[in-house]
């Protein structure tokens, strides 16, 4: 019994620093992981998609603004397969007021393989039946053979080997406030012209739209507030028909979808506001915060938790952020908040 | 089924809990079921079905038939017949293309215009290993060293235990009996002993091996690029990527026996600090050798034949060497053979057969001039300088004679030591000529660390068990000393995307 017991604690402690160690081999810059880390705090509006999400709306910005909370299952280049696997994940922890679902990724071919993408989404994910049939969908529309996807279930055998490159930034994560991306590559810009968005449709792939109409159905049966946004970019005339024609398959099923890339409410500066064809530097993403942040404090009936002590954390990051900001830019944060106000 | 895959691991730890879960007369039968399920795993076809159960029944049937007409005529035809079908089929499969290759030489040879094709058979997993071990079975049931087993299941479970078909080590029925067919129970000391033992022969295989093998891999790859001191440290590097290789897979196959309870003998103990190649041998793959000397090298020497020789040698250049010629000849022959056994290549017979001979023969011969040397200069052959350089020595000459082992063919060995003669030492101060074959400098570093440890736990070794000695400490030095272990192979070894799933030289025989 007393070697059992030693047995026991002996896995335990291994297990405790096989999580330490992996900490530190694997840091990704998403939003997953600022999830998993507040999960126990209730969250108004959770965000899912690509880098337009978490590199464009400031959730410790809408937080300060508006008082909610955000949360974000949005990684780089996110299949959008993964959403109706994330949205499940997001209610194991959350029960938000409204998920916010970008929809950019639905105009990009499904058998787009790319290891990277995959893996920000399966593993980032805690480990669950959830995550395990992530992988197995995800890798479906892949060339991988079934004995090759043991990589994807176990992510340490691709991760041990970033011992090579740890640093100081492993064991601290810098560049995320509260799942929003900013580090100084986003003061940057480049200069574009704004793209005239399109009237036509052209059909999304085949498995795509299956993908979409069993996310609906999913959705529907569930009973969740969705909004589906189409993010502020710019586009080619295949991406912005693609997309038209999934807003149409998405309003003749009751849902609101919002296309920032129509228009320009928002007032975004094309030759400003860039940081390159497909994201918003931080500027843009100021604007972009107040203007959505406001519409969703207004729609959904979201609470304020700006004096609620457990929320500390959320005010002490946006602090952190205006140092951060600051010191990358030069300027005072506060400003450029009331200008995009 | 590869020794450093999940599969394995999978394998070795449903097969041990069953293990114990069941009950204990059944135990032998659950091994030889997995070791079958294991002996067939991706590779079951009904031939190769036929060449497994003409071994057993071969050797069963030689033993049982053996023990019944003891004493009479018939059972020495009885051991040469089965030793004959054994040894057939095992050269059959593994060994044919050694006499087409030398066919087609002697045709070239002769002039005739005609080329035979290289055949290619997929032989069943660990043939080699287990073909031998029944012959010594037989060998032993006609000495009468052991009794045979009646029972052929039991006979099968020894002829095919799991853990010893990818590398050995050659085992014998009188030492397997009680381990293999008794009853066993759990016992934690053997697990722990048993799980540290995998853990080590997976840090020799993933840290070290893998890493080694990939900056030989480049250079012999190209070594008309690589030259000169590239192919000397390639070459030194391959007889560790060979030691490291084949006696983790030992470790992991010992320490997985070990947990269900049965013991398998020793194959390695610290090859590199050998003074001689005979000793180096001792040290080697020693139930390899321990086999060939009891079934091939001391029958063939008190063999008529051998003796007969003895006696014409006798008349003509005296008693002195006609007692060399009868101990050279059979060691000449059983080198060749373990050469045979490690392949059928020239290039097998030649590193790991005819080269050893020859530098254990001039050892001997030379060991007198050596002495009266060394008495003559007042050179102290036993200070620690001394035993260095023997034991460098050693290591230059087995690393030397692993070109031919790790070369495809003999001309590219031949290749290869021309162009090790190119001259460019500055690759080793360059900082940068080194971390250009697929190591960097982290990884290099990462293996001369490993390197030490190795050697050290080596050299350990030789006073004490370490296993034992580390499990003899306190708790806190303990689990430092195996999470140490474990979190090392874990993060430094070479396994995953990208790398090939550990190519184990041994596991070809």
């Not at chain 1, 899912?48 to 978490?54: C, I, K, P, V, Y």
């Not at chain 1, 603004?65 to 299949?79: C, D, H, N, R, V």
């Not at chain 1, 586009?235 to 998405?250: V, W």
Request: glycine fraction near 6%; charge should be neutral; charged fraction near 20%.
């Amino acid at each position: 019994m007393k070697n059992f017991v030693k047995f026991i604690l002996f896995i335990l402690l291994g297990i405790f620093i096989w999580h330490c160690v992996f900490k530190v081999l694997w840091i990704e810059e998403n939003g997953i992981n600022s999830f998993y880390e507040d999960s126990e705090i209730p969250m108004d509006v959770i965000f899912l998609g690509a880098s337009n999400a978490f590199w464009q709306f400031n959730t410790v910005l809408a937080f300060h603004e508006y008082g909610f909370a955000t949360g974000m299952l949005a990684t780089g280049g996110q299949s959008f397969v993964a959403t109706e696997f994330l949205l499940k994940e997001a209610q194991k922890y959350q029960n938000p007021n409204v998920y916010v679902i970008d929809i950019n990724n639905i105009a990009v071919g499904i058998d787009f393989f790319e290891e990277g993408i995959i893996r920000k989404v399966t593993d980032n994910m805690k480990f669950s039946k959830n995550k395990l049939d992530t992988i197995e969908t995800l890798l479906k529309y892949t060339p991988l053979e079934k004995d090759e996807y043991i990589n994807y279930y176990l992510s340490f055998l691709t991760y041990h080997n970033s011992w090579k490159s740890v640093n100081i930034n492993n064991f601290k994560n810098m560049t995320m406030f509260k799942g929003y991306f900013f580090d100084s590559s986003m003061i940057e810009n480049e200069p574009f012209s704004k793209t005239v968005w399109c009237d036509n449709e052209e059909k999304i792939d085949d498995n795509n739209e299956e993908v979409l109409l069993h996310l609906i159905d999913y959705i529907k049966e569930n009973k969740l507030e969705v909004l589906f946004i189409i993010p502020p970019r710019t586009f080619g005339d295949s991406h912005c028909a693609k997309l038209n024609y999934a807003k149409r398959i998405l309003e003749e099923n009751d849902f609101k979808v919002l296309n920032f890339s129509e228009g320009n409410e928002m007032n975004i500066d094309f030759q400003h506001d860039l940081v390159n064809e497909a994201h918003l530097n931080v500027y843009g993403a100021t604007k972009y915060t107040v203007y959505l942040g406001n519409y969703l404090s207004a729609n959904y009936h979201l609470k304020k938790h700006t004096n609620d002590n457990k929320y500390l954390s959320w005010q002490n990051e946006y602090e952190r952020f205006k140092d951060t900001f600051k010191e990358i830019s030069g300027t005072d944060f506060e400003s450029l908040v009331q200008e995009a106000s | 089924m590869i020794l450093t895959t999940f599969n394995f691991l999978f394998f070795a730890v449903i097969t041990i809990l069953i293990y114990f879960i069941i009950p204990k007369k059944l135990q032998w039968l659950f091994l030889l079921v997995s070791s079958f399920y294991f002996l067939f795993y991706k590779s079951f076809s009904i031939l190769n079905l036929i060449y497994v159960m003409i071994i057993l029944i071969t050797s069963w049937g030689a033993g049982l038939i053996i023990d019944k007409f003891k004493n009479k005529k018939i059972v020495k035809y009885v051991l040469i017949i089965s030793v004959l079908i054994i040894l057939g089929e095992l050269v059959f499969l593994k060994d044919s293309n050694l006499f087409i290759t030398t066919i087609n030489h002697l045709c070239n040879l002769m002039g005739i215009n005609k080329q035979f094709d290289l055949v290619y058979r997929n032989a069943p997993i660990g043939i080699s290993y287990y073909s031998l071990i029944m012959i010594g079975y037989i060998i032993d049931v006609y000495r009468g060293v052991c009794k045979p087993q009646k029972n052929i299941l039991k006979c099968a479970l020894f002829m095919s235990y799991f853990p010893i078909l990818t590398s050995g080590p050659f085992i014998r029925y009188n030492d397997m009996e009680d381990k293999l067919f008794g009853k066993h129970k759990f016992n934690y000391d053997n697990f722990c002993y048993g799980l540290t033992r995998v853990c080590w022969g997976l840090f020799k295989i993933l840290v070290i091996s893998q890493r080694l093998a990939i900056f030989v891999n480049t250079v012999y790859a190209d070594y008309y690029t690589y030259n000169g001191f590239y192919i000397i440290i390639a070459a030194m590097f391959f007889v560790l990527q060979l030691y490291t290789n084949f006696s983790g897979s030992i470790d992991v196959i010992m320490g997985v026996s070990k947990i269900m309870g049965i013991d398998l003998p020793e194959n390695f103990t610290s090859p590199f600090y050998s003074r001689t190649i005979t000793e180096l041998w001792r040290n080697w793959h020693i139930t390899l050798g321990a086999w060939l000397k009891d079934y091939i090298f001391y029958p063939l020497m008190k063999s008529d034949f051998i003796q007969n020789l003895g006696k014409f040698f006798k008349k003509i250049f005296g008693k002195k060497v006609s007692k060399k010629i009868t101990l050279y000849l059979p060691m000449l022959i059983m080198w060749i053979l373990i050469g045979i056994w490690h392949g059928g290549a020239y290039t097998f017979i030649i590193s790991s057969g005819i080269l050893q001979f020859i530098f254990i023969f001039l050892e001997d011969t030379l060991a007198p001039l050596a002495k009266k040397i060394n008495k003559k200069l007042n050179i102290n052959t036993e200070t620690f300088g001394y035993k260095f350089y023997q034991c460098v020595r050693t290591y230059l000459l087995f690393s030397f004679s692993m070109i031919f082992f790790r070369a495809n063919t003999v001309g590219e060995a031949i290749g290869i030591i021309k162009n090790m003669f190119a001259w460019n030492p500055w690759i080793l101060l360059d900082h940068t000529s080194l971390y250009t074959l697929g190591l960097d400098m982290l990884d290099f570093k990462v293996l001369m660390i490993s390197l030490v440890v190795l050697f050290v736990v080596g050299r350990m070794q030789m006073k004490f068990d370490v296993i034992k000695k580390v499990f003899e400490q306190n708790i806190v030095f303990r689990w430092i000393v195996l999470y140490l272990l474990i979190f090392s192979i874990i993060i430094f070894g070479m396994y995953g995307p990208g790398y090939d799933a550990a190519t184990f030289i041994y596991r070809q025989f």
